[in-house]
């Protein structure tokens, strides 16, 4: 089975410094499914998913792989080409709603202005689309926040809005990247059941980046643990939890603490499991060889 | 209300640095040594006749009479009278102001015009080698002054390629059907455009010898503000949408670092106009700053005093119109 999104042998380095920081990454997400993407801080979470949106850092170079989004290879089509293919078939989630709307736009242009200069739509019909999601995502008196600066709203209401912007267009499938740690932890859970809603009621795919395994659990079908950029576990959630195969993934669900005992205390993931994982990790590196040249 | 409020304050402080100026620039002439007496008789006057045109013109009381006078006659909008011209000071510099002004702001628009076009292309060309010759450009820029960019445009466009006007604002020969000093205005507004055509071509070296400065000043700080924001979460999430670099720098990135330009732009400018008294020397353009070097030769202290008022009443003007633009651009301030 294909799925609207096919990430197969992905690996990407530092230009400067040969640092592999993804190594060959798999990960496939079927239409309408939602997978999590953990792993611990520097893991190479975002990167995959700034990887699958194009927006890679212009340091970081793919070395080999494919990113096939509905079928297309992102890597293989001209760079105008594949911005225009990733803006109709994909949307971002950002983790920080303060800093994910540009502050001299009002709302409105900033929800329609793909729409309309990627998708071709007229302006009156991007317009009452904007004003449709708004709704979709709760945000009271549509109309008036459409005029307004991001300055003037709190940071539940711009996620909320940036949430409702990425699922103007239908896109198939989304990259949420962390889109709730910058928030209050009363508004987290908000957030997440809008965006578990939102993507059930769209059937969209959903590549979710998280440290908490807590949302994985609710939110997920599949899980891909990321260790230094190399996928040491694809499962489904109801296996991981039940049975975590890697000593990682074992480490890493026994340092989250059980929601049903919240005075459980953080446990850090063993040294040992640590350095195996390292060892691992540098046996790759030492079977890898680069298969041809950088692309796009 | 906020905006109401700046104003009011600012004109305030303007008010306060006039008096300031007027007070050390009173001062400063009349300790320099250089009689204006002397320059007006001829040699051999008798010490009468130099102490009977002292007491005409009120050189014989103390700095401080003299200040009090002088100043309790600016506020009936008096000036005095040049003493080389004998005419009244406040017509003789508002006579020049449009001269100088028409060609200040040329070289605004020119220096904004090279230094947003260059800040631009040195951002979406960021890394490669063109960005390095933008660079380059920007420090030659810097680091040569306005006189010696009009110097070497001279021997350009005046010696080597003489396609433009090298002296003077508008040729001798031509019958000017001007009501107003505002000669570029005018002209355009009248559709006289082969008025125009002439002014232009004796403006555009001093203006661009004014400008190249101010461009390259622009251009580095635009291009350094642009650079940052180009890799903001916003402009991130823009190219996420499917929109292209040049677009991303043009409306997300560009309306942020234009603001914080601004200011220091506005600071510059008033460096601008300041140049211009050397520059209309060099081109011989009728302007403010020409007068100032001939009453500055002449110590025509009256004179000297009025045009120095008006550079100070400009610089101040300058900085309250970036201040209530930058006020006016900020979405955060707008809606305070
Ligand atoms: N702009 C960049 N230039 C160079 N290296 C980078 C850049 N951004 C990230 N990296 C490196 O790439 C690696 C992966 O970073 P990434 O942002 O994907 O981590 P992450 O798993 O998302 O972590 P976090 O949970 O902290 O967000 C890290 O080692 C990081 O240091
Ligand atoms: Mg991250």
């Given at each position: 089975m294909s799925g609207f999104l096919e990430i197969r042998g992905l690996s990407a380095r530092l230009a400067g410094t040969g640092q592999r920081l993804l190594r060959s990454v798999d990960i496939s997400l079927p239409a309408g499914s939602v997978r999590g993407l953990v792993g611990?801080?520097?893991?190479g979470k975002s990167m995959i998913g700034k990887a699958v949106l194009g927006v890679l850092p212009k340091a970081v170079e793919i070395v080999e792989g494919e990113i096939l989004l509905d079928e297309q290879d992102l890597l293989k089509v001209p760079p105008a080409e594949r911005r225009r293919l990733i803006g109709a078939k994909a949307a971002l989630i950002p983790q920080d709603p303060l800093t994910a709307l540009n502050p001299s736009r009002r709302i409105g242009p900033q929800i329609t202005d793909r729409l309309v200069d990627i998708l071709g739509w007229e302006k009156a019909r991007a317009a009452s689309r904007a004003l449709e999601v708004l709704v979709e995502v709760s945000i009271p008196e549509p109309e008036r926040v459409m005029r307004?600066?991001?300055?003037?709203?709190?940071g539940g209401m711009r996620q909320r809005i940036l949430i409702a912007s990425a699922f103007a267009a239908e896109p198939k499938l989304i990259v949420a990247d962390e889109p709730t740690t910058a928030l209050d932890v009363t508004v987290q859970k908000q957030i997440l059941k809008l965006i578990s809603q939102l993507q059930a009621r769209h059937g969209t795919a959903l590549l979710f980046v998280t440290h908490d395994l807590g949302v994985v659990s609710k939110v997920c079908d599949t899980l891909s643990v990321l260790y230094a950029g190399k996928v040491v576990e694809d499962t489904t959630v109801q296996r991981f939890f039940a049975a975590p195969q890697h000593p990682y993934s074992q480490a890493l669900l026994a340092a989250t603490p059980r929601h049903t005992d919240p005075a459980a205390s953080l446990q850090p993931v063993p040294q040992a499991v640590i350095d195996a994982a390292m060892a691992e990790v540098a046996a790759d590196d030492a079977a890898w060889r680069p298969q041809g040249g950088a692309h796009g | 209300m906020l905006l109401l409020r700046l104003t009011l304050s600012r004109l305030l402080t303007t008010l306060i640095t006039l008096v300031g100026v007027a007070v050390i620039v009173f001062v400063v002439i009349r300790v320099v040594p250089g009689n204006p007496i002397a320059m007006m008789?001829?040699?051999?006057?008798?010490a009468a006749d130099i102490d009977r045109l002292k007491a005409l013109y009120g050189l014989d009381k103390s700095i401080a009479e003299q200040f009090l006078i002088w100043f309790g006659n600016v506020l009936h909008g008096d000036f005095g009278t040049s003493i080389t011209t004998r005419q009244p000071v406040l017509s003789l510099v508002l006579d020049r102001l449009p001269a100088t002004l028409e060609l200040s702001i040329m070289a605004l628009v020119i220096a904004v015009i090279i230094g947003v076009t260059l800040a631009i292309l040195g951002t979406r060309l960021r890394g490669r080698k063109a960005e390095a010759g933008i660079d380059v450009a920007n420090g030659i820029g810097l680091s040569v002054p306005d006189f010696l960019w009009g110097l070497a445009l001279i021997l350009l466009f005046g010696v080597i390629w003489p396609v433009f006007q090298i002296s003077g604002r508008v040729s001798p020969r031509l019958e000017l059907p001007f009501t107003s000093q505002f000669y570029l205005f005018e002209s355009i507004v009248r559709l006289r455009f082969d008025l125009t055509a002439d002014l232009l071509s004796h403006m555009f070296m001093p203006a661009l010898a004014l400008a190249l400065p101010l461009a390259a000043i622009i251009s580095q700080l635009l291009k350094q503000s642009l650079k940052e924001t180009v890799n903001l979460d916003y402009s991130v999430l823009a190219r996420t949408k499917g929109y292209s670099e040049t677009r991303v720098i043009l409306s997300e990135a560009l309306p942020n670092s234009i603001l914080p330009t601004l200011t220091l732009v506005g600071v510059q400018f008033t460096f601008l106009i300041g140049g211009t008294i050397i520059v209309e020397r060099l081109f011989s353009y009728e302007g403010l700053g020409n007068m100032a070097i001939d009453a500055v030769i002449n110590r025509d202290l009256p004179l000297i005093q009025g045009i120095v008022i008006l550079f100070a009443i400009l610089f101040t003007f300058v900085n309250l119109a970036v201040d209530m633009t930058y006020a006016f651009l900020n979405p955060k301030l707008r809606h305070a």
């Open positions: 611990e801080s520097g893991a307004l600066y991001p300055h003037e709203l709190s | 008789l001829p040699p051999g006057a008798s």
